[in-house]
Structure formats: C-alpha cells, structure tokens
T-cell receptor
Framework: ETGVTQSPTHLIKTRGQQVTLRCSSQ?????VSWYQQALGQGPQFIFQ???????GRGNFPPRFSGLQFPNYSSELNVNALELDDSALYLC????????????FGPGTRLTVL | AQSVTQLDSQVPVFEEAPVELRCNYSSSVSVYLFWYVQYPNQGLQLLLK??????LVKGINGFEAEFNKSQTSFHLRKPSVHISDTAEYFC???????????FGKGTKLTVNP
C-alpha cells in the first residue's frame, strides 16, 4: 500500500511569486487536509477537501487555495508569497470524511526569500 | 476556539529512564485526542489516540497516555526510553463535528546515552 506522497521535497521562491505544492493520497482515501508547520511550531490546519470540494478551512487568507482531483490527489496553491509563508507544508489523507485518523506525508519545505 | 498546550518545549532524558510529556487542552466537550511523533525530515506518525472508552490508551513503541477529563489533560508516558525515541512529539485535539486537528507546539524529546 502506497502512503501519502508530496512533491517537491524542497522549494525556494521569492516574495510575490506563486507556488503549487502537490499531494498524492494514500490508496482509497477520498479526503485530504493541508497543514502549515512553521519552524518551531505545531502544524496549523489550512483546509480540507472531500470529493473535490473544500470542506472546512482554517484561519488562512484567500491567497491560499486548493484543488482536489477525481483521483483524490490534491494541490495547494499560494499566491503573492510572503516571507512568513516559509514553512513545512504537510498533506494528510483519510479514508472517509470525519475519519479520526489522518495519514501524513513527509511534507514540502518552502523557503520564501 | 480549541487550543492545545504542551507544557515543555524540550525534555532531555537518559536512556532507559521513564518520561512524561505533558499536554493540556482547552475544552473537554466531545473531543478526540492524539499524540503524533515527528522524526527529523519526516511527516507525522500517529502514536496513539483517545476516542472514547478506557481513559488509558496504549500506542506503538511502548507509549501510553491517560485521558483526564477533569484536568483536561492527555499526558504521554513511556516507562523506559531508547535512543531511537529522540524526536518531536505533538499533542493534537479534534473536536466532534470539526474536520481539523489542532496541534500543540510540540515537545522535543532527546534521549542521551
């Protein structure tokens, strides 16, 4: 069984640019959540997608957006990057909406200069 | 809003000593509680969870935690740690009806020989 995978592993961008991060869910999982983990902090919930629809959002501005595809893979898009967007971005998939267990990927380390 | 407090940011211990990592959360109304471990450059791995029932829960790698509703605590314990337990540990809570996990800031456990 393939776990959650994320790409790229690392990324360096400059302020004002746009970035797309990708996530492939664990096989059979139809729900994906995205988290931002700043250095020295715990992960913070960005949003969740279920069957290609946004289903719950944390306290993040609209320049953070996402997509979920029919194969349940997902993208996180961030526009107009700011220095504070530098963080580890984690994707987590779960079998069904409301499932208690989320399986996390290794993350994408984004650095904004 | 739900919040999670991990009282110790760093815990150094010697190998084979017992350890307790403390976690308090803000609301005891219909919550699900989790402990995750994060090894360097990796995603989060679920150690254990409390959903309902027995307040003492056992997880992987010899860890256990006790749910205390009156003290709104969910402390993680291990009677004898190994060098390989060196990692960062995150306590998380999910409130019933919400899709998001709320994490604490993490406790860095360092096991010394």
């Amino acid at each position: 069984e393939t776990g959650v995978t994320q790409s790229p592993t690392h990324l360096i961008k400059t302020r004002g640019q746009q970035v797309t991060l990708r996530c492939s869910s664990q096989s059979g999982h139809n729900t994906v959540s995205w988290y931002q983990q700043a250095l020295g902090q715990g992960p913070q919930f960005i949003f969740q997608y279920y069957r290609e629809e946004e289903n719950g959002r944390g306290n993040f501005p609209p320049r953070f957006s996402g997509l979920q595809f029919p194969n349940y893979s997902s993208e996180l898009n961030v526009n107009a990057l700011e220095l504070d967007d530098s963080a580890l971005y984690l994707c987590a998939s779960s079998l069904v909406q409301g499932s208690w267990e989320q399986f996390f990927g290794p993350g994408t380390r984004l650095t904004v200069l | 809003a739900q919040s999670v407090t991990q009282l110790d940011s760093q815990v150094p211990v010697f190998e084979e000593a017992p350890v307790e990592l403390r976690c308090n959360y803000s609301s005891s109304v219909s919550v699900y509680l989790f402990w995750y471990v994060q090894y360097p450059n990796q995603g989060l791995q679920l150690l254990l969870k409390y959903l309902s029932g027995s307040t003492l829960v056992k997880g992987i790698n010899g860890f256990e935690a006790e749910f205390n509703k009156s003290q709104t605590s969910f402390h993680l314990r291990k009677p004898s740690v190994h060098i390989s337990d060196t990692a960062e540990y995150f306590c998380a809570v999910r409130q019933g009806g919400s899709e998001k996990l709320v994490f604490g800031k993490g406790t860095k456990l360092t096991v010394n020989p």
